[in-house]
């Protein structure tokens, strides 16, 4: 037996009034979701814990069977080790983000959805001017890295979280050497970037700059036992954010860099199908992860999270149905819940569907209220894998 895994980021919401109380899932049209789930049988999964960040990082290490509170550093250590970025014991790896302020307040926490190549040129200017304290790493767009031996255990704030706010109220705490050191790179940043010619080109063409380097989510790089050490299976992961491509790294599972695959919904659904086919021929376990439902629950809109539901079924869900044989169990999970009205990932449950030779259906539609009703109840994240494998 083979498993395909495939997990819908932030795809479970609440209902919404103004649609007779109906979600997403249950409004948008999607036959090979539902296809599998009436086909399989469904279940709610705890996929977070309360005194944990409420991350996908933290939600996807324990569907794949970590122990977020052992192994769990950071989201920086995750996104770095995406990228091939090594870290030595004593350094401290930060997620960067390039954001803009505005009259000393976070306008924007992805610096206007600055283009990768921009932020190429102002990381290099951050080395030339930082290399005392730190290297800095260019990721995708705003979402960057930056290495230095100072900053353990400092508390930093996700910038996403603070737009709108002064940004000198949200600075690395509490007041040491490290901290003062940090603040003052990260303010000094400001006039390093603002006149930058890629900054004066964005205004002209009236773009918010990023002109300022916010570094969070920092840790030493974990050690994940191997996924196949952990569950006795060769596994894959199909993914576009760096996120969940650095855990299967991490993991030591196969993790293609899959081509069209932007985390966005320009995303290529085709090509992810595509791929994660392909990776059953060498892998037993393939966890193909999908970004887009969730940035339409941080954006807040019903329509545009109903539009990329019924995209994936169409592209990806139906193309993976089509080209994989009897001898596949197909799964569908969700990591959290970004519900259009909260705009952030909820601690609630989320509905999940296994869907194998020889089981007997549930009988039940892809959404919410099945999860509910699912014969396999309320379910731990960190079992879930072993249960895909046991049904
Ligand atoms: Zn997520």
């Not at 795809?11 to 997403?24: F, I, L, S």
């Not at 409004?27 to 977070?48: C, F, H, Q, S, Y």
């Not at 995708?140 to 704030?157: H, P």
């Not at 993991?251 to 293609?256: D, E, K």
């Amino acid at each position: 037996m083979k498993y395909l895994v495939i997990v819908g980021d932030g795809m479970a919401d609440y209902p919404v009034e103004e649609v007779n109380g109906k979600t997403p899932l249950q409004v948008a049209e999607k036959p090979n979701m539902d296809e599998i789930a009436r086909r399989g049988r469904m279940g709610m999964l705890r996929t977070l814990r309360p005194s944990l960040p409420r991350g996908s990082d933290v939600a996807n290490l324990i569907m794949l069977g970590y122990d977020p509170c052992s192994c769990y550093t950071g989201r920086g250590p995750l996104e770095a080790a995406a990228r091939g970025i090594r870290a030595g014991d004593d350094e401290v790896v930060f997620r960067c983000n390039l954001i803009t302020v505005e009259e000393n307040r976070v306008a924007d926490y992805s610096g206007g959805h600055i283009t990768t190549g921009e932020a190429e040129v102002l990381i290099s200017e951050l080395n030339k001017r930082f290399s005392n304290i730190g290297r800095f790493y260019t990721g995708v767009s705003y979402r960057n890295i930056f290495v230095s031996k100072r900053g353990q255990g400092l508390k930093a704030t996700p910038p996403h979280d603070i737009v709108g706010e002064e940004y000198g109220k949200h600075l690395l705490k509490p007041d040491n050497e490290d901290s003062r050191l940090l603040n003052r790179m990260m303010v000094e940043s400001i006039s390093v970037l603002s006149e930058n010619q890629v900054n004066i080109r964005r205004r002209n063409k009236g773009e918010k700059p990023a002109n300022m380097a916010w570094i969070w989510g920092q840790g030493r790089m974990p050690n994940l036992e191997p996924f196949a050490l952990k569950h006795g299976l060769r596994g894959a992961v199909i993914a576009a954010v760096d996120l969940i491509k650095g855990i299967g790294r991490l993991a030591q599972m196969h993790v293609p860099d899959v081509p069209g695959a932007t985390g966005y919904y320009d995303t290529s659904y085709e090509n992810k199908a595509v791929y994660a086919v392909k990776s059953l021929e060498e892998s037993d376990f393939v966890y193909l992860h999908v970004e887009s439902p969730d940035e339409a629950g941080h954006e807040g809109s019903f329509e545009t999270k109903v539009k990329v539901i019924e995209e994936m079924d169409k592209r990806l869900f139906r193309k993976i149905l089509d080209s994989v044989d009897e001898n596949v169990s197909i799964s569908i999970l969700v990591d959290h819940p970004t519900p259009v009205s909260v705009r952030n990932h909820t601690l609630d449950p989320t509905p999940f569907a296994v869907m194998k030779p020889g089981l007997n259906g549930d009988g039940l539609p892809f959404d919410e209220d099945s999860g509910l009703r699912g014969s396999f109840g309320l379910v731990d994240g960190m079992e879930i894998v072993k249960l895909i494998k046991r049904v």
